[in-house]
């Protein structure tokens, strides 16, 4: 049976990590390479990292900078941020990238993500899903969650599906930052729509929260950043707290 994932997210804003509360990301708490090697020592499965300012600004991904943060990783890493190109996903899994997250491009060149699952393999392609509540029901948005885009996330999430995404990073933009919960009707909707992993962020307060996420709302991995970022919850102990409760989770020996 595969095992469930814990990846701590890190939202990466020049020169340092940032947290806010529904894409607000304002807060600064610290920079890239010491929460990485934190991470390294605390039993993540995979780590996430995305530059929530390239895409708005119109820049490439650092190539540079990531290559630093690839080194120092232990476990596999996720880059987003920037990503409009072919070219662009071949520089990055050249420096040290396991996966890339791919997100405003989708929209304007969906072919993108065939492009890259043919060249690449699916395996790399993360399809990410930033979706806001609009009266009862829901919309997706680019750009850092500063575009709507008139999609539905779960018709969205099937057209991903079907152009070759190897999973869903999906974000409940609501959530984001809040420690109140996971939008599990958002996240419940998606997974009973694809047959691919969703990864459920947006919103994790507790160990409980994420145990919802995977038991009600069908997720196959937990994406957090704030309960690590703001409490004393490990990663550890949300496996550990899994664990007893019968979900399957990779645990130190």
């Known amino acids: 049976m595969l095992k469930t994932r814990i990846i701590p997210t890190l939202l990466w804003k020049h020169p340092g990590l940032v947290k806010g509360v529904g894409f607000d990301s304002w807060r600064r708490v610290g920079t890239v390479l010491p929460a990485i090697k934190v991470y390294n020592m605390r039993d993540v499965d995979e780590?996430?990292?995305?530059?929530?300012?390239?895409?708005?600004?119109?820049?490439?991904?650092?190539?540079?900078?990531?290559?630093?943060f690839t080194q120092e990783s232990f476990v596999p890493m996720t880059v987003g941020g920037g990503v409009r190109e072919l070219d662009h996903f071949k520089k990055l899994l050249r420096v040290g990238a396991d996966k890339i997250a791919i997100?405003?491009?989708?929209?304007?060149?969906?072919?993108?993500?065939?492009?890259a699952a043919n060249r690449f393999g699916a395996q790399c392609v993360v399809a990410s899903i930033d979706a806001f509540k609009k009266g009862d029901s829901y919309e997706c948005s680019s750009h850092s969650?500063?575009?709507?885009?008139?999609?539905?996330?779960?018709?969205?999430?099937?057209?991903l599906e079907k152009l070759g995404a190897g999973e869903i990073l999906l974000t409940a933009i609501d959530q984001d930052g809040t420690m109140n919960g996971y939008d599990l009707e958002l996240l419940r909707q998606v997974t009973e729509a694809v047959s691919i992993p969703v990864i459920a962020s947006g919103g994790a307060g507790s160990y409980a929260?994420?145990?919802?996420?995977?038991?009600?709302?069908?997720?196959?991995?937990?994406?957090a950043a704030s309960i690590f970022h703001f409490t004393?919850?490990?990663?550890?102990?949300?496996?550990?707290?899994?664990?007893?409760s019968g979900i399957p989770v990779r645990l130190p020996s």
């Not at 780590?47 to 929530?52: A, C, E, G, S, T």
């Not at 929260?209 to 994406?223: H, V």
């Not at 004393?232 to 007893?244: N, R, S, V």
């Open 47 to 68: 780590l996430i990292i995305v530059d929530i300012t390239a895409t708005k600004e119109d820049a490439e991904p650092e190539f540079e900078e990531i290559a630093e």
């Open 209 to 223: 929260d994420m145990l919802s996420a995977l038991k009600d709302g069908g997720a196959s991995a937990i994406a």
């Open 103 to 115: 997100n405003s491009a989708c929209y304007d060149t969906p072919d993108l993500v065939t492009q």
């Open 232 to 244: 004393e919850l490990t990663p550890l102990g949300a496996k550990e707290h899994l664990a007893a």
């Open 145 to 159: 969650g500063t575009r709507p885009q008139d999609r539905d996330p779960v018709t969205w999430a099937r057209e």
